[in-house]
């Protein structure tokens, strides 16, 4: 395997564990604890998605190069655009809208496997990293959802963000 694959391979592996979640939610039930648990399950879904991806990929192409498997387009796309320092089309297929440059896309993708990681160890954190979800407007329409239970004779629109 090539060095740099292997590096990146080992980083993203094994994903994120959606087992772990259900007991991170305590003996009461506030719906502000509900909420943020599912929305991790939903973050942690499209993850792991990203992390199979990712890594079964560059097992891939790392068999292509030393021949053991033929070299796909898709594999030779992903070969291309790894020495050209962009994202494979392959992988931006599951991955959240970036423009960086693969290096950086990288160590963010990495910030957020760590963001979703510490919010499994030490439950929903103070605040949130807004651009480390995969869908945020699911994560504001929550918010606002909660906001509605507690404050039910106010009226809340997308608007009034």
Known sequence: MHPHS??????????????????????????????????????????NKMVLTITKSLENLSKAIDGLVSMTLELEELFNSIFDNKVSESWQKVAYPSLKPLGSWILDFLKRIQFMQSWIDNGAPISFWISGFFFTQSFFTGILQNYARKVPEIYLSSKSL
């Open 6 to 47: 292997a590096a990146t391979s080992k980083a993203v592996r094994p994903g994120l564990n959606r087992q772990e979640v259900p007991s991170l939610v305590p003996a009461v039930h506030e719906h502000r604890t509900i909420f943020y648990m599912q929305v991790l399950q939903q973050e942690l879904i499209r993850y």
